[in-house]
């Protein structure tokens, strides 16, 4: 079983919409949960993180982590096109190694 | 913000060739670097664990001879594909943490792409 699991999609949404992203993890162990934003061919990108279950509100993007049902959750209000980007869930270890879901892949249609 | 330099960006080698990859944070020290290999279409899946001044700790079903790396300095991490073969061919990206932020903040190169012929 993999650590994080998360539907790569592709999800295609009109510019405007609410995007929503979602892992489930493995390991009740995991504190800090990660979202990232990848462009093709780039590095990923850290967007933002959250320790423990909650959630953490940045502009446009809003992480929830419910421990209890080890869920995370990503939503993108407003969505525009700039947007549209593989994202990528994570969890981190004890010894900071990243454990990473297979990423969602968005389009935001303009 | 912090910075993370990764170099070559890419690269086309012959089978049977090594290629080193650099990994510099421009602006803070890390501690520990990591290294990751991404395929097409698939996640991050992490190779090793880079710590300065010690042996890297690799992860299950890498190989340690193929894949060296150098961790020498606070600032700079070398991953070397020896005898590279065409399965090899990846986008190999690492991550460098600052060891004056939290946890939750490592930082990411730009990834190198390799390509053995």
């Known amino acids: 079983q993999k650590e994080v699991e998360q539907d790569p999609g592709p999800l295609s949404v009109p510019e405007g919409a609410i995007v929503s992203l979602n892992c489930t993890y493995s390991?009740?162990?995991?504190?800090?949960f990660m979202w990232y934003r990848q462009y093709s061919r780039k590095g990923p990108e850290l967007l933002m993180y959250?320790?423990?279950?909650g959630n953490k509100e940045d502009g446009r993007f809003t992480a929830q982590v419910d421990k209890s049902s080890k869920y995370i959750s990503l939503f993108i209000r407003d969505s525009q096109p700039s947007d549209s980007a593989t994202y990528l869930c994570?969890?981190?270890?004890?010894?900071?190694?990243?454990?990473f879901g297979a990423g969602t892949t968005v389009t935001v249609r303009a | 913000g912090a910075v993370v330099s990764q170099h070559p960006s890419w690269v086309i080698c012959k089978s049977g060739t090594s290629v080193k990859i650099e990994c510099r944070s421009l602006?803070?020290?890390?501690?520990?670097m990591f290294w990751y290999r991404q395929f097409p279409k698939q996640s991050l899946m992490l190779m090793a664990t880079?710590?300065?001044?010690?042996?890297?700790?690799?992860e299950q079903g890498v190989e340690k001879d193929k894949f060296l790396i150098n961790h020498a300095s606070l600032t700079l991490s070398t991953l070397t594909v020896t005898s590279a073969h065409p399965e090899d061919s990846s986008f190999y990206i690492c991550?460098?943490?600052?060891?004056?932020?939290?946890?939750?903040?490592?930082?990411f190169g730009e990834g190198s792409r390799l390509t053995v012929l």
């Open positions: 991550s460098a943490q600052n060891r004056d932020r939290g946890p939750g903040e490592l930082f």
């Open positions: 959250t320790y423990s279950s």
């Open positions: 880079s710590n300065e001044g010690s042996k890297a700790t690799y």
């Open positions: 390991n009740s162990a995991f504190q800090y």
């Open positions: 994570a969890t981190l270890s004890n010894d900071y190694k990243l454990s």
């Open positions: 602006d803070f020290q890390a501690t520990t």
